[in-house]
Structures are given as C-alpha cells and as structure tokens.
C-alpha cells in the first residue's frame, strides 16, 4: 500500500519534470531566436533589395544634392543635420537605410525612396 503511494507520488513528479522540461526547453529556443533576430537583423525585403544592388555613385550625388545636403551640407560635411564624413564606418548600411526611410530621427524626414535611388545614395555616403 505504501509503496504504491510513493509509486505514484514518483510518477507524479515525472510528469511535472517533463512538463518543466518542455517549457526549458521552448525558453531556450525563444531565447536562441532572440539572439539569432538581434545578431542578423537584416530581414526587411527593402533592405535586402538595397544592399543586393550595386548603386552608382554619381546618381547617388545628385540625389543627396536635391534631398540631404540642405541639412547635411553639399560635401556631406553636416549643416543643420550631422556631418556624413565617415558615417559608414560607425553605422552599419542597414541602419543607414532604416534612418533614411524611417523618419524616425526628426527633423530629418521620411524618404520612401526606391530601392535603386538607396542603392545609388547608399554608394554615395561610402565614398564620404
Ligand atoms: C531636415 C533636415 C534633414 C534632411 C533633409 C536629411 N537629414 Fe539626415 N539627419 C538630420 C538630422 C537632424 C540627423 C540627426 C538625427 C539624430 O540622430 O537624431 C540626421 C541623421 C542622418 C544620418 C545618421 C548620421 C549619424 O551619424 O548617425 C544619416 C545616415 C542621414 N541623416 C542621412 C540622410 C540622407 C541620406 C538624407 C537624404 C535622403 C538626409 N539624411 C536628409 C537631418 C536631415
């Protein structure tokens, strides 16, 4: 009779362990994903469309003259905005591309921008 209770007291907590070990085991893989999405966060198609482009510098020029250089000075050497000078080599091409369309940093605003013209200003902030 007694061993029976521990019988299925021990059951009973094998069941709470496997329950416990599937959720581990979905916290885990949550987690990967997690940092997997933070370490790649390259999954927007217009990013990708944009970075698979090469891009040309001289269209990208005469775009940043039209629509950038009013704040961030005709050479790219900041005005209103930031200087450019080196913006590549402390920002990565995808933040660049998400600031530029975003609209998230005012008073700089939105630019829903083909990804082919991107490409083009994209080549061109490379070169500052
Ligand atoms: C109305 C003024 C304005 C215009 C026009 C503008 N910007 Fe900006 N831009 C800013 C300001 C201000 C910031 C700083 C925003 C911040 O970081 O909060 C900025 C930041 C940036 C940055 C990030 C700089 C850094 O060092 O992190 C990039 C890249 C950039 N702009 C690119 C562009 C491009 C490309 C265009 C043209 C398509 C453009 N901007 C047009 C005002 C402007």
Not at 59 to 76: K, M, T
Not at 89 to 102: E, F, P
Request: aromatic share 6%.
């Amino acid at each position: 009779m007694n061993n029976q209770l521990l019988e299925t007291q021990l059951n009973d907590n094998s069941t709470q362990n496997k329950t416990t070990g599937n959720i581990l085991a979905i916290v885990i893989i949550v987690l990967i994903s997690l940092t997997i999405w933070w370490l790649f966060p390259i999954s927007d198609p217009y990013v990708q469309e944009v970075l698979s482009l090469e891009g040309n510098k001289t269209r990208g020029e005469a775009i940043f003259q039209v629509n950038c250089a009013g704040c961030h000075g005709l050479n790219g050497a900041g005005n209103v905005g930031p200087s450019l000078l080196n913006v590549t080599k402390h920002k990565s091409d995808s933040q660049i591309i998400k600031q530029v369309i975003s609209g998230k940093t005012p008073p700089m605003p939105k630019f829903q921008t083909s990804t082919e013209d991107m490409a083009d200003l994209l080549n061109y902030l490379h070169q500052l």
